[in-house]
């Protein structure tokens, strides 16, 4: 392998892992792997055996379905410590869900993605199922992707949205003059609203929760059935949202630092 091609590999690989988690609930087959991530079947196949010879990857002999491997449990166990902020996030999540009946989630930045990583369902009936864990969506779409990206600077943002093009995934709703629409009115609120952008009838709101260098990391998110978010009560759950969002953001300012 020439120095060229191994930063290709690297994201191939990064690329297939990805997408094994996405369906990990229920595996996925090679064929389903290479169609999510625009690989050849004979190479996603190939980068895949390699995947499980390292313990990255597991495949059911019957099914022939993929999972992810031992060795990223045990990596992940490692990091854990550094990245993991869903056991200080339980309390609040727990309210967010107690408070207002919605379901609740959490997510992550990862680059220019937001990838949910905790949720506590709401008490109210119906409920949305455009979330769950495991799932990403880039930055400007969904309400944890719209939240994390208005509140980066005007620079990052213009560099975002001059290099990444979501309409042909997500739809014209998502072009850059109208995330630049949305982006003016969540920084007016301090919070984001979805109206019903990714699955009609689908809404969600969100805020953003701050790394201890000030930059948007994380966001919470409540999302429902489109009559549980009337304007007379978004004003509400926008508010309890902030207010649950900053208590997150200095449990996680209080943590330990680990050592390394």
């Given at each position: ?127 949305s199922h455009v979330l769950h864990i495991g799932i990403r969506f880039p930055l400007g779409v969904a309400t944890a992707g719209m939240v994390i990206l208005s509140h980066l600077p005007d620079r990052e943002i213009d560099d975002y949205l001059a290099r990444a093009d979501v309409t042909g995934e997500w739809g014209p709703q ?87």
């Amino acid at each position: 392998m020439n120095e060229a091609q191994r930063p290709q590999v690297i994201h191939r690989v990064g690329s297939l892992l990805r997408a094994v988690a996405a369906l990990e609930s229920s595996g996925a087959s090679t064929s389903a792997l290479a169609r999510e991530t625009g690989l050849a079947r004979p190479t996603a196949h190939r980068l895949l055996v390699s995947l499980a010879e390292e313990g990255l990857v597991d495949r059911d002999l019957k099914s022939g379905k993929w999972s992810l491997g031992p060795e990223l449990y045990l990596l992940g166990s490692l990091a854990a410590s550094r990245y993991d902020i869903t056991d200080r996030s339980r309390d609040v999540l727990r309210d967010l869900a107690r408070e207002t009946g919605e379901s609740a989630f959490l997510s992550a930045r990862r680059g220019d993605e937001t990838v949910c990583i905790a949720s506590e369902e709401g008490s109210f009936p119906l409920r949305s199922h455009v979330l769950h864990i495991g799932i990403r969506f880039p930055l400007g779409v969904a309400t944890a992707g719209m939240v994390i990206l208005s509140h980066l600077p005007d620079r990052e943002i213009d560099d975002y949205l001059a290099r990444a093009d979501v309409t042909g995934e997500w739809g014209p709703q998502h072009s850059r003059e109208k995330i630049a629409e949305r982006i003016a009115e969540t920084r007016l609120n301090g919070y984001t609203v979805n109206p019903g952008l990714l699955v009609e009838g689908s809404w969600g709101m969100g805020a953003a929760v701050f790394d201890t260098q000030g930059s948007p990391a994380w966001a919470l998110s409540i999302t429902g059935v489109e009559s549980r978010f009337r304007e007379e009560r978004r004003r509400e759950l926008g508010e309890f949202l902030l207010r649950e969002a900053h208590r997150l953001t200095q449990l996680l300012a209080d943590r330990p630092r680990s050592r390394g």
